[in-house]
């Protein structure tokens, strides 16, 4: 038997087959779950001879009908969908970067019966900086969702349990970048209140790193600045304005 005939044992067996009812002439679960598989086929980056590196974070887009009808069954549909991917991910070989997350919205340009999927490798972040510190917080690093506080002198980003941000992506090394943060002095200025400099250092990681696109070694950021580190965007962002750098 195959997995997405057995996808649709498992959900009937789930819900009574009150799904298949509801959505008789609408969206059928198997043909999302045969899109979401077709996400992880067209999607997959190779990381090694054995290991290729697949988007788990998805949205399944649907019409404004189809959606409401969905409601009373989503948290089960959205279970049933995550089983079907793992399933399918290990019989490939391919790898998650983090945990899966399926949810559902609605497109005002989508009919009954259709649907589209969007996807994306999202990278599960943990936060443990080790230094403490009382200072005001006048930046943050987000990352996958997240916002982290930068303080100095800075923070270290990788996927070993020693770094400041530590980030479950194969293509980011143990110890991968660092971000640096100086507070500039100046006439006029209370101690720690002046202009900001924040600089980013690859830490001699495998891949490098880039800051809006450019393959750099290091570079200084500014609001809104992306630093891209294997598969993961880290954005700056400044909590109060504050002069050039």
Do not use: W
């Amino acid at each position: 038997m195959g997995g997405l005939q057995r996808f649709e044992q498992r959900l009937e067996q789930a819900i009574s087959g009150a799904f298949a009812r509801t959505f008789r002439s609408a969206v059928q679960p198997v043909e999302i779950a045969a899109a979401l598989q077709r996400e992880l086929d067209n999607k997959a980056q190779v990381l090694s001879r054995h290991r290729r590196l697949v988007p788990n974070s998805f949205a399944v887009e649907l019409s404004t009908g189809d959606l409401e009808r969905l409601g009373p069954y989503d948290s089960t549909l959205a279970t049933e969908l995550t089983e079907q991917l793992t399933e399918h991910a290990e019989l490939q070989s391919y790898v998650f970067p983090g945990a899966i997350r399926i949810v559902f919205e609605a497109a005002d340009d989508l009919g009954t019966g259709r649907f589209r999927v969007r996807s994306q490798a999202e990278a599960s972040v943990t936060g443990h900086s080790r230094r403490g510190s009382t200072q005001r917080t006048r930046a943050v690093i987000e990352v996958n969702g997240t916002q982290h506080p930068l303080q100095a002198p800075g923070l270290v980003v990788g996927r070993g349990s020693e770094a400041d941000i530590r980030i479950n992506d194969p293509g980011v090394s143990r110890r991968h970048a660092e971000f640096l943060i100086t507070t500039q002095s100046g006439d006029g200025y209370a101690p720690g209140e002046g202009p900001l400099l924040i600089e980013v250092h690859d830490m001699g990681s495998t891949n490098g790193i880039r800051v809006d696109g450019q393959k750099v070694a290091r570079a200084v950021l500014r609001e809104g600045s992306r630093v891209q580190i294997g598969h993961t965007s880290l954005v700056l962002r400044l909590l109060e304005e504050a002069a050039d750098v």
